[in-house]
């Protein structure tokens, strides 16, 4: 099974501020790394497919990068409805697996 | 619009069955790859199974052998057999739609969630 590792666990950040969160696979996933934000009691979005492409709907301030082990989503600049739970997700084969989660949160 | 809306949680004692039901509208089932994903209280998301368009599943090496995922296309609904509980299944379980037809895109449509509770 692949393994996904996400960092850090939590973090704290003000509005306005550019956020990174980083995961990384056990082994090589080409670019089949989806992101999802979720906030408490709701079901997940998502947010990145593929490891670059943007959600339909999902503001250009969220971004994805990264290919075969290691990959990054990118806040340009925090909102305030932007403090959620975020998870990476790999797609490049079964078990699917998700990472442990980054916590965003406001300072 | 697409909607997903699952139904059939509740609680349920150790060793007890349950199915859990996934209605969709505005999505066809059938032609889609559909997975379950569940969360602990308090804890990430875990995939438990999914359900290609053709009809081949797959599962969490945690629930093999205990949980089937199906479907009945003439009621557009999907479902997830969950037998032999066990107190660790106790989570919120997500039914979602793969993307663009395919197992590699992200989940794009979810349900609300139904709440499993394994307790005696």
């Known amino acids: 099974d692949i393994q996904m590792t996400q960092s850090p666990s939590s973090l704290s950040a003000s509005v306005g501020d550019r956020v990174t969160i980083t995961c990384r696979a056990s082994q090589s996933i080409s670019t089949y790394l989806n992101w999802y934000q979720q906030k408490p009691g709701k079901a997940p979005d998502l947010l990145i497919y593929?490891?670059?492409r943007l959600q339909s709907g999902v503001p250009s301030r969220f971004s994805g990068s990264g290919s075969g082990t290691d990959f990054s989503l990118t806040i340009s600049s925090l909102q305030p409805e932007d403090f959620a739970t975020y998870y990476c997700q790999q797609s490049y084969n079964t078990p699917l697996t998700f990472g442990g989660g980054t916590k965003v949160e406001i300072k | 619009e697409a909607q997903l809306v699952e139904s059939g949680g509740g609680l349920i004692q150790p060793g007890g069955s349950l199915r859990l039901s996934c209605a969709a509208s505005g999505i066809t089932v059938s032609i889609n790859y559909m997975s379950w994903v569940r969360q602990a209280p308090g804890k990430g998301l875990e995939w438990v199974s999914i359900i290609y368009s053709g009809g081949t599943t797959y599962y969490a090496d945690s629930v093999k052998g205990r949980f089937i995922i199906s479907r009945d296309n003439s009621k557009n609904t999907l479902y997830l057999q969950m037998n032999s509980l066990r107190a660790e299944d106790t989570a919120g379980y997500f039914c979602?739609?793969?993307?663009?037809?395919?197992?590699?895109?992200?989940?794009?449509?979810w349900g609300q969630g139904t709440t499993v509770t394994v307790s005696s």
């Open positions: 979602a739609r793969h993307d663009y037809g395919d197992y590699r895109y992200g989940l794009g449509v």
């Open positions: 593929a490891a670059s």
